[in-house]
């Protein structure tokens, strides 16, 4: 058997804020091990890469980076026209990455191992035919996993679709109502997405194994559901304090589109501890105009400090209401992108109003921050669900029959979770669950343990 320093991993990854993140985080993982790490993704993101912002160099982390054309022109409206975009993916850039694969090889330099992001099933196919295993990083909630896995191969557990009341049952899991489930399974919902689930879980017999970024301890019933099915093996939570240990490495570690405000973390300074209401959608979410007013009115009022990330907005065209920025400039801070992950490690931080993606999810949860979960759509549904009734560390934040959104209803929310008998038992369980992330990630914990399982089968694989 070899050692780990001849292993070389290569990682393909879509270049979305939420994709990225937790691939190189997992990359950095192997690397700390030992292994040699390639993350290939498209083109877009060398633009991203090369401004200045990102710090990242091939030299300090290991982590070698390299990129592949979707098939698209550099003008092509990306955001606008997702399914275009996942088509061309799927026909040319599948090529262009087999291509580069090819280049990549020599004779003593192979791949022992591609690890892919699961929104790209077609990559499995480009492993098998290069005869290389293939692992997947699952990138959401287990639970979400094996929502999908039960939906293409068992679909009678799943009542009609087009009833979004409708109560749907499954192991495990809490019940769930049809429109609770990922939004990419609902009829309303554009076929292309649908498709590429279709194709993941068609794949899955070709995929030797599922790495999830989630802990047993946190999803351990669902894990253990899926063992007898294509079992899922948690490897995270995949968050940087866990990877890198030092916090200046963190930051060198980002590859961020948006520049983060570090001010914001000497702002927490001066502020007392668990005071600060933190609020952000993450990299996708735009909120409209009443949810914006909403939000705001409701901070305004509130009796506490705020800090709101406000990023540049790419589709809609929202305003904070007039008269807000004067009239709570004493107790409130807005940036248009923070180091999240530090905000929420920051001990004057009390609650995090979160769109619930799943990195901002796993990112609270270490770091023993109670929740407002106002999802929007796809795994964030659920995930809001996981906090709520399972995790039991934060509170739902609701829209009204009409969809709108009422700042009295944001206030609410905000005092659930911060004063009051309520707010003292998410905050106790949110610490418990912080402690068990700490010890599934460190030496010999559950996490650990399975990436070092994990790291032997690929050397068990390739000598
Ligand atoms: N994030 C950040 N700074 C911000 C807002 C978000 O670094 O100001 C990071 C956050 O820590 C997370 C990622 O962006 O790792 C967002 O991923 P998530 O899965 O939560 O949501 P998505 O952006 O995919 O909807």
Redesign the pocket.
């Known amino acids: 058997m070899g050692s780990e320093e001849q292993v070389r991993v290569l990682m393909v990854t879509f270049s979305?804020?939420?994709?990225l993140?937790p691939i190189l985080r997992l990359a950095k993982l192997l690397v700390s091990k030992g292994l040699h790490v390639t993350i290939a993704t498209t083109e877009v993101a060398r633009k991203q890469m090369l401004k200045p912002k990102t710090s990242i160099t091939q030299d300090t982390t290991r982590v070698h980076f390299e990129f592949f054309s979707d098939g698209l022109t550099d003008d092509f409206d990306r955001q606008k026209y997702v399914s275009s975009l996942l088509e061309s993916l799927e026909a040319a850039g599948s090529k262009n990455l087999s291509n580069l694969i090819t280049n990549l090889t020599t004779e003593d330099k192979k791949f022992s191992c591609i690890i892919t992001n699961p929104f790209m099933p077609w990559v499995v196919d480009v492993a098998a035919e290069h005869n290389i295993p293939c692992a997947v990083l699952w990138i959401q909630a287990c639970a979400v996993y094996s929502i999908y896995y039960r939906y293409f191969n068992q679909p009678q557990l799943f009542p009609s679709l087009e009833n979004p009341n409708e109560a749907v049952e499954l192991p495990t899991l809490p019940v769930l109502l049809v429109k609770e489930l990922p939004s990419f399974i609902l009829p309303s919902n554009p076929i292309h997405f649908n498709k590429l689930m279709i194709k993941f879980v068609q794949n899955l017999g070709k995929v030797k194994w599922i790495l999830g970024n989630s802990f047993n301890e946190l999803e351990e019933d669902i894990v253990a559901s899926l063992a007898s099915l294509k079992p899922i093996i948690p490897i995270g939570p995949l968050v940087s304090q866990f990877v890198l240990g030092k916090e200046e490495t963190v930051t060198a570690a980002s590859l961020?589109k948006?520049r983060?405000e570090d001010s914001c973390i000497e702002w927490l300074d001066e502020r007392p501890p668990l005071s600060v209401i933190y609020i952000?959608?993450?990299?996708?979410?735009e909120l409209s105009q009443n949810q914006m007013d909403s939000i705001a009115a409701a901070l305004k009022n509130a009796n506490r400090p705020f800090l709101w990330?406000i990023?540049p907005q790419e589709k809609k065209s929202t305003e904070l209401p007039s008269g807000f920025l004067e009239a709570t400039k004493d107790k409130g801070l807005i940036?248009k992108?923070?180091?999240?992950?530090k905000v929420l490690m920051h001990p004057a931080v009390a609650c995090f109003l979160?769109?619930c993606?799943?990195?901002?999810?796993l990112?609270t949860v270490v770091a023993g921050v109670p929740a407002i979960a106002y999802p929007e759509w796809t795994d964030?549904l659920v995930d809001a669900k996981l906090l709520v009734d399972v995790f039991k560390t934060g509170v739902r934040m609701k829209n009204e029959e009409d969809g709108t959104l009422t700042a009295e209803e944001v206030q609410r929310c905000i005092l659930e979770v911060t004063e009051g008998p309520k707010a003292t038992e998410l905050k106790k369980r949110a610490m418990a669950l912080k402690d068990a992330a700490r010890k599934a990630a460190e030496n010999g914990g559950s996490s650990d343990q399975n990436v070092n399982l994990f790291i032997n089968e690929i050397l068990g694989t390739c000598f």
């Open positions: 979305y804020q939420g994709h993140n961020d948006w983060a952000s959608f993450g990299s996708i979410t990330v990023r940036v992108w923070c180091s999240q992950e979160t769109h993606g799943w990195n901002s999810t990112e964030q």
